[in-house]
């Protein structure tokens, strides 16, 4: 499986939505996440929308340009093992902001 770096930004303003930026490397990331093959199977369910106005609650994540947009980073791995908090303190921006 190839490894895929993303920076997961949640906005505190109401109604926003969660925002997911690209990142190189799992050094900066502060969650590990493994993609499972079925719903089912899933803790945690993501859908990824193209306005910030399409979001209306958690799991809903918009991709934006820039690092410097996002501050919540996570890291998809090829071993469930792997999956986890690197940093806690950041659990409280999987839930959206209404």
């Known amino acids: ?12 303003i109401s109604g926003r939505a969660q925002r997911v930026y690209k990142v190189d ?4 990331a502060v ?7 079925y719903e089912s199977q899933a803790n945690f369910l993501v859908s990824f929308v193209k306005y910030e106005l ?3 609650k958690d799991g809903m994540f918009l991709p934006v340009k ?4 996002a501050d919540f980073k996570i890291f998809i791995v090829d071993n469930r093992s792997k999956a986890g908090w690197g940093s ?9 902001k209404k």
């Open 66 to 69: 820039y690092e410097s947009q």
């Open 88 to 96: 806690k303190s950041k659990q409280y921006l999987l839930k959206f």
């Open 54 to 56: 399409q979001a209306f």
């Open 1 to 12: 499986m190839l490894f895929f770096s993303f920076v997961l930004g949640i906005q505190a």
């Open 25 to 28: 490397y799992p050094s900066q």
């Open 31 to 37: 969650l590990n996440v493994f993609l499972v093959a």
